[in-house]
């Protein structure tokens, strides 16, 4: 094989990975394209990895990683079928919401060996998410798949009848991390605490947070740590409450799961 990895789309996630994979392939065996041939360009300059086609991914790469919006997953796929069925060692990597391992089979025109990943933003910086399932896939390339991708952060494996509802949480939530840092932020400024400030204590306190989560567990039994009886936590926490803090989140999730859902029809 030519390309170890072959990313078909390089948009926000898929340069994501490109980025982390870029610290593990040599950029000889990692090829990228996009419709947008600018931005591929800049990537592959950027990471130090080969821009080309995506009849010559769909050919010559062991794992052709698809990153190109569900919505567009056919018309992608459609002229790529005769490349991918003259491929013999060929595995996808799909990480479109919504789309099951067998739709992408259908798209592709064969039963090739299908990963299935939700990952999510962070994973440029390592510290991603990565949820993936499998189907037809051999034991030694799933063992390459996580090798490949252990610069993105933590992998994990689950049914994929569980991947849309988890991915609600990981792939959507660091959205409502950043807007949640905001909201923090905002009501440091408008008690008195400069910008630039209330920026760096917000960031660092949800990586320290996140942190004690990994290390110590439960999220409910860290919360009552912080808590002194009578004290200013809870009344913060008290005020979170008053606004429908949980119940928003929730809903958050369980939005986020509905399109998902929705994008499969």
């Known amino acids: 094989m030519k390309y170890t990895l072959g990313f078909i789309g390089c948009g926000n996630m898929g340069g994501s990975l490109v980025k982390a994979a870029a610290k593990a392939v040599e950029g000889k065996k990692l090829g990228v394209c996009d419709y947008c041939t600018e931005k591929a360009e800049a990537l592959a300059k950027a990471c130090g990895v080969q821009a080309v086609t ?22 992608t796929l459609a ?4 490349a991918l069925a003259g491929n013999q060692e060929v595995v996808l990597i799909t990480m479109a919401a919504g789309l099951s391992i067998s739709a ?15 990952p999510n933003t962070p994973a440029c910086l390592g510290e991603g998410m990565i949820l993936y399932t ?17 610069k993105a952060g933590v992998l994990d494996k689950l049914p994929e009848d569980k991947i849309d509802a988890a991915s609600a949480l ?9 807007a949640f840092a905001e909201a923090l932020a905002d009501g440091a400024v408008e008690c008195g605490v400069p910008r630039d400030k209330a920026n760096l204590y917000t960031a660092q306190t949800l990586l320290g947070a996140a942190k004690m989560l990994l ?3 439960h999220p409910a039994d860290l919360k009552d740590a912080v808590c002194s009886p009578g004290g200013t936590t809870i009344a913060g926490l008290h005020a979170l ?9 929730m809903d958050a999730i369980a939005a986020a799961y509905k399109r998902t859902l929705e994008l499969k029809k």
């Open 170 to 178: 990981s792939g959507c939530g660091p959205a409502y991390v950043y």
């Open 79 to 82: 002229p790529l079928q005769a």
């Open 241 to 249: 409450e008053k606004g429908g803090f949980s119940a928003a989140t």
């Open 134 to 150: 499998t189907q037809g896939v051999s034991e030694a390339d799933e063992a390459a798949f996580l090798s490949h991708f252990a």
């Open 215 to 217: 290390e110590f567990g």
């Open 104 to 118: 992408i089979q259908k798209f592709a025109g064969k039963e090739f060996p299908v990963i299935r990943i939700m």
């Open 54 to 75: 995506a009849t010559e991914l769909a050919k010559e790469s062991k794992f052709v990683v698809l990153g190109v919006k569900p919505q567009n997953m056919q018309e």
